[in-house]
């Protein structure tokens, strides 16, 4: 059955290890001479497992929220016009700015424990809401620390090039001269991130702007990754790949030659369809392209309070369906493998042998049930680094 439907195995087993997978296959196959006596068993009968879920792709710290900005859109204003004067962005760069530590600290931990509900071991967590030096670095350790008292593995993006902050107004190449010369190098320096993102857009950066950031990032040793033509065709995609990008997010805009850049330098595409949803979207990352080119794609939430306010990864594989046209299956790779091609992890995201033992168990056997519900569904169990988690 391995070739077939989601590499589906009927009857099967798996096998841990001290934290990684040891054996999997059919239960009949399993080879228990290789299993310790008084090892623990996990029912999984009438269960599908699945690796644990992988979310690549989100902004989860920050404080406050963008409530009052949802009203202003649904009376008419637009997202670019609510940042171009003063809001946004910016507005939680304030609100995140004004909170302490434990604040911060707290109220990102609600967002986490609810990605986590939802069968999620990995998830990717960007500054971004900082915007200067200490600020930046203090939301990485912040997003770091979660770790401390959340069964879950957090990998840590610089997005120090997300906006342009106040103190900056009108001189942008001044903000990025910061970005590459101070923050990148203690980022680094710190082990705070390993990789550095940016926001490529006519309301944010150029590509000259997001060269820079990227030619310090890779002095530093950092990967790169970007928010690319998800308002307009900025020519990110192209440029992403010109640095090996381990993926470029968004996407709507993208061209034919973006896509071909991408194939060639085997960067990740990163779809967010809750963006597209909140932001009322008219216009479709090429999927179809995309698929010809065969470029990975990944699914995430880009959890964020401006344009996509949610902590379900399953609500994103359904709607990567429902509005992009994935199939099922697709969705679940990109909540999986290709996301943790996207983090530049190969040590997770599929249930084979040496990998990490992360697994969620949900109730039912047809895979295809999780993007079917539009969220909702909780794993029956979560396993993560080979325990089960509480
Ligand atoms: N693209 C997005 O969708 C988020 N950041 C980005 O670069 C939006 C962030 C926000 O509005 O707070
Ligand atoms: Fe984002």
Redesign the pocket.
């Known amino acids: 059955m391995r070739d077939g439907r989601y590499s589906l195995v009927e009857d099967g087993a798996v096998h841990i290890l001290e934290g990684r997978i040891d054996q999997v296959g059919p239960t009949a196959e399993m080879d228990l001479g290789l299993l310790h006596s008084d090892c623990e068993v996990i029912d999984a009968r009438g269960a599908l497992v699945t690796p644990g879920l992988v979310d690549c792709h989100t902004?989860l710290v920050y404080a406050g929220n963008?409530a009052r900005e949802f009203e202003m859109r649904q009376a008419g204003a637009t997202?670019e016009e609510i940042a171009r004067a003063g809001g946004?962005?910016i507005s939680?760069v304030r609100a995140t700015r004004a909170a302490s530590n434990a604040e911060l600290r707290a109220q990102s931990s609600v967002r986490l424990e609810e990605l986590m509900a939802g069968g999620v071991t990995t998830v990717e967590i960007k500054s971004?809401?900082g915007l200067d030096v200490e600020q930046e670095l203090r939301c990485l350790r912040i997003a770091r620390s979660l770790c401390a008292d959340h069964a879950v593995s957090i990998v840590t993006t610089l997005l120090g090039a997300?906006s342009i902050p106040p103190e900056f107004a009108g001189k942008a190449d001044d903000y990025i001269t910061a970005v590459c010369d101070e923050m990148i190098p203690r980022a680094a320096k710190e082990g705070l991130a390993t990789a550095v993102d940016g926001?490529c857009?006519r309301i944010?950066f150029n590509t000259a702007q997001i060269a820079r950031v990227f030619e310090a990032a890779q002095r530093h040793g950092l990967r790169v990754k970007l928010?690319a033509e998800?308002l307009s065709d900025s020519g990110g995609a192209r440029l992403a790949a010109r640095f090996d990008a381990l993926s470029a997010d968004?996407l709507e805009y993208a061209s034919r030659e973006g896509v071909a850049a991408l194939a060639k330098a085997g960067s990740v595409a990163v779809l967010?369809p809750g963006?597209y949803y909140f932001l009322r979207e008219k216009r479709m990352p090429p999927v179809d392209l995309l698929r010809r080119h065969g470029v990975k794609m990944a699914v995430a939430t880009?959890c964020?309070?401006?344009?996509?306010p949610s902590t379900s990864l399953l609500a994103m594989m359904n709607m990567a369906c429902v509005f992009f046209g994935l199939s099922p299956e697709e969705a679940l790779a990109g909540a999986t493998c290709h996301a943790a091609a996207a983090l530049g992890l190969d040590d997770r995201g599929v249930i084979e042998k040496g990998r990490r033992a992360d697994l969620a168990i949900w109730e039912g056997s047809d895979p295809a049930q999780l993007a079917w519900q539009i969220a909702g569904q909780q794993p029956r169990h979560v396993v993560f680094e080979g325990r089960l988690r509480q």
């Not at 964020?304 to 996509?308: D, E, L, R």
């Open positions: 902004h963008r997202y946004g962005i939680t971004g809401y997300h926001f857009e944010a928010h998800q968004h967010l963006a880009d964020n309070p401006g344009t996509s």
